[in-house]
């Protein structure tokens, strides 16, 4: 098991400062309750919320994105060779998603239900490794 450093709405009336603490995620119940946490705060607004998420005091052993979306999401691994979810939509259209007020164009080929991005977080909380089973992300 790994704890997971998230950069998201750090803080509740958070202005976004220099020193702001990322959220430490230590289990599968607390990565749940971010989730639903994000997606509570985003259910009235047209695009959907993007998080980073790393290993606590060790990035290099992981850093990963995930959207978060109501039905769908994404998740995208910046290992050696980045990976990511694949899902059914056209790899060569865009969908949008919001990291910390700015703009991130994802391919919507990677977008997957929810479901698939919990378990794909989950395995890598859990395990501290890539799931098998994603593809080679293009470059961007």
């Known amino acids: 098991m790994v704890t997971l450093e998230v950069w998201y709405n750090q803080e509740p009336d958070n202005d976004h400062a220099d020193g702001d603490p990322a959220i430490l995620v230590s289990s599968a119940a ?80 990677c977008e997957v239900a929810m479901d698939e991005v919990r378990r794909v977080a989950r395995h890598f909380l859990e395990t501290g490794s890539v799931p098998a089973g994603l593809v080679s992300a293009p470059s961007v």
């Open 30 to 109: 607390e990565l749940d309750a971010l989730i639903a946490q994000v997606q509570a705060d985003t259910k009235d607004v047209p695009v959907p919320s993007m998080v980073e998420c790393s290993v606590a005091g060790d990035p290099k052993q992981g850093v990963f994105d995930m959207g978060i979306g109501q039905d769908r999401g994404f998740v995208v691994f910046m290992t050696p060779e980045a990976v990511q979810t694949q899902g059914d939509g056209d790899p060569a259209e865009y969908v949008t998603y919001d990291y910390m007020a700015h703009v991130r164009e994802i391919p919507a080929g």
